[in-house]
């Protein structure tokens, strides 16, 4: 648990410390001129797309994000996400890939939410980002009865690189993000049996988001 706190705050650290430093800069760049003019965007994960296969592993994950762009630098947006878990989150990458189904859950566990993201360039075009997702979950069994309700905080912290395409119109942005989930509430005792053998945090997903600029 002190781990995984440590991980927050040094995460949350990093990205204040990123904000302040060039918060007061005045002189721009021909390419962030440009992107001025876009103050909206709209995009969402490669995982969006990968809704197939058998249904026991889908996870029927879909996200998307409506971003305002504050300044160049700056980005604010709005997330909505579901997606559908049929083993903890906390699992290592390496695990997760093996299909264990001795760490599948007796059911499958649907989480949705509506959060806040805030997104800011480092350098360039490489950038820090942190998402917070409230999120309501629905615990189901085997035969997909519903076993009970409950509410998960979960929080991500992404560094990335923006790829602009066609004058950044769209755009593209492979990043790598640890995720870290504080609150978990009202977990039937057969999932929390399953979850206690885990974090609640993960590190390093890749990742890539897909994205649209427009003007409003």
């Not at 350098?123 to 076993?147: C, G, M, R, S």
């Not at 492979?174 to 590190?203: G, M, R, S």
Request: aromatic share 16%.
């Amino acid at each position: 648990m002190k781990k995984s706190l440590l991980i927050m705050v040094l995460c949350v650290a990093w990205l204040s410390a990123a904000y302040s430093q060039t918060q007061n800069q005045s002189i721009q760049s021909p390419d962030e001129k440009a992107v001025k003019n876009c103050r909206y965007s709209v995009n969402t994960t490669y995982l969006s797309f990968l809704n197939f296969g058998e249904e026991k592993t889908n996870t029927h994950h879909y996200e998307l994000h409506f971003g305002y762009r504050l300044t160049p630098k700056d980005k604010i947006g709005i997330k909505l996400a579901t997606w559908k878990m049929f083993a903890p989150m906390g699992i290592p990458m390496q695990k997760q890939l093996e299909f264990d189904e001795d760490n599948f859950y007796p059911g499958r566990l649907r989480e949705t939410g509506v959060g806040i993201t805030y997104q800011r360039k480092l350098w360039k075009d490489l950038f820090v980002a942190a998402e917070i997702l409230p999120q309501l979950k629905t615990y189901l069994d085997e035969d997909n009865h519903k076993l009970a309700n409950g509410f998960k905080l979960y929080t991500s912290y992404h560094l990335g690189y923006h790829l602009p395409l066609f004058k950044d119109r769209i755009y593209l942005e492979p990043q790598i993000h640890c995720q870290y989930w504080p609150v978990d509430t009202n977990v039937p005792q057969a999932f929390k049996t399953e979850d206690e053998k885990w974090n609640n945090y993960f590190l390093f997903e890749p990742d890539l988001y897909l994205g649209l600029n427009f003007t409003y």
